[in-house]
């Protein structure tokens, strides 16, 4: 069997497969993010608990494809690591590790909703703005492993010439109108709350804006708006012909 780890900031989502991809096994354990000796723990007990000739690591966090150091916020026992190597040589079999986002796309070009397809860009509007790019089955990595990251980097300009300026939101990466801003879960609560001044969790405004308040569609309208620009460039400069949408956040309708 195949063991494959998604491996988050909260949790570590262990699965076993056989050659037919259907889930024979699985577990989930809280992610010890700052101790490496119980992340490998984590691990090991698997590797253990079913017999397999090789783990397969989604991670959150970007992955370096020439020297496999990872770099994540999220999980210290792991940044700065070349973890495929480190936990090979600890576990004693091979090890793959690649960036969840890629991961998905991976999987959604190979088994899901963009089979078929030769060019496919996958996206993740979630905690934050994801994505990845599969050109014929594999995942096309650049330098530091940014390769697909869309959601940093100036989207967001203000408008004087509207109405009322679009607002430009402080990112967590130290600029200041990242697509992250905006395009996440938190950021159509900002942009809801800009239009408005109310605040309301994501997944309220979009099963309001499905119900039909009126308030509630015109927040998801202007997300729409905000994000479908650098979508459309992003799918122009790649050629991708398909946009599998990820993330776990209940997408508005249109
Ligand atoms: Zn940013």
């Not at 909703?113 to 934050?128: E, K, S």
């Not at 300026?165 to 130290?174: E, H, I, K, L, T």
């Not at 697509?179 to 309301?200: C, K, M, P, V, Y």
């Amino acid at each position: 069997m195949r063991l494959c780890a998604d491996v988050g900031g909260s949790f570590i989502d262990i699965a076993a497969f056989g050659s037919d991809a259907q889930i024979r096994w699985r577990r989930k354990t809280p992610t010890p993010v700052g101790d490496w000796a119980s992340f490998v723990a984590v691990l090991a007990d698997a590797v253990q608990a079913v017999p397999t000739t090789m783990l397969s690591i989604a991670t959150a966090g970007l992955v370096d494809p020439v020297d496999g150091i990872v770099t994540s916020a999220n999980i210290p026992c792991i940044d700065g690591r070349p973890l495929a190597r480190h936990l090979r040589d600890t576990l004693m079999l091979p090890v793959r590790v690649v960036n969840d986002a890629d991961a998905f796309v991976l999987a959604e070009a190979t088994l899901g909703a963009a089979q078929g397809h030769d060019r496919v860009f996958g996206i993740i509007l979630g905690t934050g703005v994801g994505g990845g790019l599969v050109e014929r089955g594999r995942i096309v990595s650049a330098a530091g492993g940014i390769g697909g990251e869309w959601g940093h980097g100036q989207a967001v300009h203000a408008s004087p010439a509207g109405p009322s300026a679009n607002p430009v939101f402080a990112c967590g990466c130290g600029r200041r109108g990242c697509l992250d801003t905006i395009g996440s879960a938190r950021g159509i609560e900002r942009l809801h709350a800009f239009l408005h001044g109310d605040a309301a969790d994501s997944i309220a405004i979009t099963r309001a804006a499905d119900a039909g308040d009126a308030r509630a569609r015109a927040t998801v309208d202007y997300y729409c708006d905000l994000v479908g620009g650098p979508l459309a460039m992003l799918l122009h400069a790649t050629s991708a012909t398909i946009v599998p949408v990820g993330g776990g956040w209940p997408m508005p309708a249109g």
